[in-house]
């Protein structure tokens, strides 16, 4: 193929500059270098999606990596319009989160995410994740995203519980068992009620397609990674460390094979036309 195409990696936290507890640096770098090996694909990068319908025009593929950043108004409708008109977007791990608001639980000052607009044109909305874990990873339908992935792999990640916007149109692609949100009090984000457990009681969705008009999305709730400098966390489950001490370098799935044959998968199907 000697066409070119454009694709455009959004990577960053909130506030502007910040890194919100992930190592923005090594994502956006890990994805720069995947998207390179595609030579007949250029790339434009952000930090947001402040002034995405400035960028979408001319743009095939769009990957996201954020913690924080979210698109609102103009931004979010020329994103829902860019898709619906045959783009292609890789939304992965925070990109399901966006807003939280202080609340208070039980004498405790919590935080709460707050559903806004762009959380339909994802077709996720993030609740919680409890601290890092190990956990089995279950591939559960055919696309190009999964292809050639092993029917299980594990991973060191957040996992994460996410409320899908449009169920019915979503294909899931990536599901995990766990029954009960371990999450200690006053770790995380609180909600009102659990609604990312499926209807068997323990099956969580971890990644899944949705066509939206002419083009898709694929959300994977994968890829939590942090250094000492840029990490949040407090603690980690003992599948993680014996004694729940967070490691202060945290690249978790990204150094894995099956992680690494899924980012490869997605650039090819964000690149691929008909
Ligand atoms: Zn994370």
């Given at each position: 193929m000697t066409t070119t195409q454009r694709a455009h990696l959004i990577t960053g936290g909130f506030p502007p500059g910040s890194a919100a507890g992930h190592d923005m640096d090594y994502a956006r770098l890990q994805l720069l270098q995947k998207l390179q090996a595609k030579d007949h694909l250029a790339v434009t990068v952000a930090n947001d999606f402040q002034d995405i319908e400035r960028w979408l025009l001319g743009t095939d593929f769009l990957i996201t990596y954020v913690a924080g950043p979210y698109p609102v108004g103009t931004g979010n409708a020329a994103l829902s319009d860019w898709l619906a008109d045959g783009g292609r977007w890789f939304a992965l791990h925070g990109t399901s989160g966006g807003k939280a608001v202080k609340s208070e639980r039980d004498g405790r000052t919590v935080k709460k995410m707050v559903k806004a607009e762009h959380h339909q044109t994802l077709g996720c909305f993030f609740l919680n994740h409890p601290p890092l874990c190990e956990f089995q990873v279950t591939v559960t339908a055919g696309h190009p995203v999964t292809q050639g992935l092993p029917k299980k792999f594990a991973a060191q990640d957040e996992l994460y519980l996410i409320e899908l916007q449009d169920p019915g149109a979503s294909r899931v692609l990536l599901t995990t068992e766990l029954a009960q949100d371990p999450s200690p009090p006053g770790f995380g984000f609180v909600y009102d009620e659990d609604t990312s457990v499926q209807a068997d009681g323990k099956t969580r969705v971890l990644g899944y397609a949705r066509e939206v008009g002419r083009g898709e999305v694929v959300y994977v709730g994968l890829g939590h990674c942090h250094t000492g400098r840029t990490n949040t966390q407090s603690k980690v489950d003992a599948s993680i460390d014996a004694m729940?001490?967070?490691?202060?370098?945290?690249?978790?799935?990204?150094?894995?094979?099956a992680f690494a044959h899924l980012l490869q998968n997605a650039i090819a199907w964000g690149t691929a036309r008909p």
């Open positions: 729940g001490a967070v490691p202060s370098e945290f690249h978790g799935v990204w150094e894995t094979d």
